[in-house]
């Protein structure tokens, strides 16, 4: 999600509070997946959703604003085109049913 800010199409529409929105959630969502590896799906599941709910509306006004320049596969040009950045509804890791949180997919959250 972090990286999106970084996107040349992308930089104008971001405004400041929207950045630092960003970047603290994106830390928070870092900070608590390394806190929480051996959470269950559900519960990976949850955090994910309580992070979407911070991120769409800010993807979704950017998205507007630009028109959808520079969001290729999906808004925000994230992988899986999920507006949330998490490929398939999965939390970066595995937390899909099924898989554990692991270091694999936790820089998504950068």
């Known amino acids: 999600m972090k990286n999106t800010l970084n996107e040349e199409k992308l930089q104008a529409a971001f ?18 997946l390394e806190g929480n590896r051996e959470a269950e799906a559900e519960v ?22 630009t028109g959808g320049a520079g969001m290729p596969g999906g808004m925000g040009g994230m992988p899986g085109g999920m507006p949330g950045g998490f490929p398939g ?22």
């Open 15 to 32: 405004t400041d509070d929207d950045k630092k929105v960003i970047e603290e959630t994106a830390a928070e969502g870092l900070q608590w």
């Open 44 to 65: 990976i599941e949850g955090k994910q959703k309580e992070l979407e709910a911070k991120f769409n509306p800010i993807m979704m006004r950017v998205y507007q604003a």
């Open 89 to 110: 509804g999965g939390m970066p890791g595995g937390g899909m049913p099924g898989g554990g949180a692991t270091d694999a997919g936790v820089d998504d959250l950068d």
